[in-house]
């Protein structure tokens, strides 16, 4: 496994960008009113004390992805002039939901309410962006619809399987993008921990990408896994700044378009498994809610909040999220390399 220079350097300059500018942007941010809404009970009470911190933080480490990405990945977006590389539709669509993102904190602020978007509309939107990318993707990889299972391990014994879905792959991928996309800005319900947990996520990316060559990738994995790094300084308990939606969308369309352009969207449910359980967390309590007319089986949800209602202090959520995410990102690797 080679790691290239130009990943190297583009991880320090997307970490610099944002500790140059992560001081600046805050108390601009707090002249210009742009703080957290926390109005509706959509979290612990003691919540409300972070009305007023500055958000949409995610512009600034989404930029310094950007910068760091086109300066250093020249060579690898630029090598086909009939075919965007994978990095470059990585990049635009995780951008395209950060707009869509921007747009809902953009809403909060003016309307002084943490409602935004409505659901509808953001779920809509997320689809006509699900399936650009995936367009897009299958022109570049020639449009191939098959899921494939290998065990590396066992390979010898029992081998590996595929399963050509045809045109219900696409279906099953935008699905999957939207799902996953909304379950990391799920994620990001409390200080640092979207953040903390995506970091290691980045890590196995830039594993993976580098065994494999993909270096378009691990140069842009590499820059996200700065730019994040940087940024927790900031975002960790208590936090500066918070990533608002611009932030955790933008970071939900990394996580999964760059495991659809590695050919692998089965590893999110192992290496994305917080996100998955934040989700079905909210999931499973609104379910058991109508069943039981009106009984909650979760003290509260996403089930962050569960734990932070239990007593658990804001750090000790993110460790033991993160470190969860550390190892299945680690057996993830182990599995495929």
């Not at 250093?72 to 630029?78: G, R």
């Not at 994620?187 to 830039?206: E, K, M, N, Q, R």
Request: aromatic letters at 14%; proline letters at 3%.
């Amino acid at each position: 496994m080679t790691i290239p220079l130009q990943a190297i350097i583009a991880f320090f300059v997307s970490l610099v960008l944002v500790l140059i500018f992560t001081p600046v942007v805050i108390p601009f941010l707090r002249k210009l009113k742009a703080g957290q809404q926390i109005i509706q009970n959509m979290g612990p009470t003691w919540h409300k004390s972070k009305q007023g911190t500055p958000t949409m933080g995610g512009l600034i480490f989404m930029f310094a992805v950007i910068i760091s990405y086109f300066i250093l990945a020249f060579e690898y977006y630029t090598a086909s002039s009939s075919v965007p590389s994978a990095g470059i539709i990585c990049l635009i669509t995780s951008f395209v939901f950060a707009i869509l993102g921007f747009s809902d904190d953009f809403l909060k602020i003016k309307q002084k309410n943490n409602a935004g978007l409505s659901e509808l509309q953001k779920i809509i939107i997320q689809f006509i962006i699900s399936l650009a990318f995936i367009i897009f993707n299958a022109v570049r990889t020639g449009g191939d619809t098959t899921i494939r299972f290998d065990f590396p391990f066992f390979v010898d014994k029992i081998g590996g399987f595929s399963i050509d879905l045809g045109i219900f792959w696409y279906v099953l991928a935008m699905i999957i993008m939207v799902g996953f996309t909304n379950a990391v800005n799920i994620t990001d319900g409390l200080d640092g921990l979207c953040t903390s947990v995506t970091i290691p996520v980045a890590i196995f990316y830039v594993v993976i990408s580098a065994a494999r060559g993909c270096y378009d990738i691990t140069v842009l994995s590499l820059a996200l896994t700065g730019a994040l790094l940087a940024f927790l300084i900031f975002n960790w308990h208590p936090c500066k700044i918070m990533m608002g939606d611009v932030g955790s969308m933008f970071l939900g369309g990394m996580v999964v378009t760059i495991a659809f352009s590695l050919d692998m969207p089965i590893v999110l449910l192992l290496v994305g498994i917080i996100y998955l359980i934040e989700t079905f967390s909210v999931i499973i309590q609104r379910v058991y809610f109508k069943i039981t007319h009106g009984k909650r089986l979760f003290k509260m949800t996403p089930i962050h909040h569960s734990f932070e209602m239990s007593g658990w202090s804001e750090e000790k959520i993110c460790l033991l999220f993160s470190g969860i995410t550390v190892i299945a990102c680690i057996i993830a690797a182990l599995l495929l390399i």
